[in-house]
Nanobody, 116 residues
Framework: QFQLVESGGGLVQPGGSLKLSCAASVSIRSTYDMGWYRQAPGKQRTLVATMNIYNADYAASVKGRFTISRDYAKDTVTLQMNSLKPEDTAVYYC???????????WGQGILVTVSS
């Protein structure tokens, strides 16, 4: 069964760093978008960062602070989050957007809390 397994969330103080990782249980085409979305309490789920072999996209609110990377051989995607702010607090979801059975796939979500 195809799964996206996320890890790395938790509690961090403002200004701190966290790294989120997501591993796919099957091989993912490099042309598929693989990345992260987040959903804060009472808000809609929004894009954080996503990438494929051609390009990477970031939400304006995280540019310069977050870095997405992808290991195409291991089918993993990582989000390095620096200079975290309280407004980054959310459940972060790993996501794949491709075609066919992989048109849109979500992980179970992982909580990131930025608080002093």
């Amino acid at each position: 069964q195809f799964q996206l397994v996320e890890s790395g969330g938790g509690l961090v103080q403002p200004g701190g760093s966290l790294k989120l990782s997501c591993a796919a249980s099957v091989s993912i085409r490099s042309t598929y978008d693989m990345g992260w979305y987040r959903q804060a309490p009472g808000k809609q789920r929004t894009l954080v960062a996503t990438m494929n072999i051609y390009n990477a996209d970031y939400a304006a609110s995280v540019k310069g602070r977050f870095t997405i990377s992808r290991d195409y051989a291991k089918d993993t995607v990582t989000l390095q989050m620096n200079s975290l702010k309280p407004e980054d607090t959310a459940v972060y979801y790993c996501n794949i957007q491709g075609d066919g059975a992989y048109r849109e796939v979500w992980g179970q979500g992982i909580l990131v809390t930025v608080s002093s």
